[in-house]
């Protein structure tokens, strides 16, 4: 009970959605699509806090030192 008011509701803003686009900025979107260089974000800061740069742990990643476990 009560779906019919709700359904409606969403028929009313899907349908304004398809037939009433809101004016779109088509200068903004080509430099978007054009890739200018400039960014508003940074993405390298959020990838250097997955990098690992310790030299610490480098010689167990070395393969030529491996042996296999014994059993």
Same mark, same amino acid.
């Given at each position: 009970m009560g779906r019919g008011r709700a359904k409606a509701k969403q028929t009313k803003v899907a349908r304004e959605l398809k037939y009433h686009s809101p004016n779109t900025d088509l200068t903004a979107l080509q430099r978007e699509l054009a890739g200018s260089g400039k960014s508003d974000r940074?993405? !390298? !800061?959020d990838y250097k806090e997955l990098v690992d740069d310790d030299d610490e742990d480098d010689a167990d990643d070395d393969p030529g030192n491996w042996v296999p476990p014994t059993r």
């Open positions: 940074n993405f !390298d !800061d």
